[in-house]
């Protein structure tokens, strides 16, 4: 079952501002909603866990995550894999930054896109579910975002 999200937000920051806080997942991971922990490996490597349910279905995901494509201040992508109770998933998140003149400031629009790839009984047991709870906890973390980059 795949599961697609996109959207854009704009913020009163540099571009390269943005791009440090999304490329730093000590920044940006404790945002991901029902973050438990964090593992960095390398600049480019790290693990999340995270809390799952849906319905009788409950437990937790990790997922190792690696920055595939930088292109600093313009470009960040993310792919990750995992094992999620119930099954696995994979999934592509990135960001495009493009810079925006608001009069005398400097702010950035950020486009933002991104597929998960959800396998196994949690798809087929919670399958209707699953893309109304990801498009919520994907807006939860969006909302978290601006907040931190306001």
Known sequence: MAIKFSGEFEVKKKPEEVYDFLTDPNRFAPLLPEFQSLSVQDPTHFAVKLNVGISYIKGSA????ELAEADRPRRAQYKGQGAVVGGNVTMVAGFDLAPIADGTALGTKVNWQGEAQIFGRLASVAGGLLEPL???QIQKL????QAALA
């Open 62 to 65: 990790d997922v190792k995550m």
């Open 134 to 136: 990801g498009q919520k």
């Open 142 to 145: 969006i909302d978290g975002l």
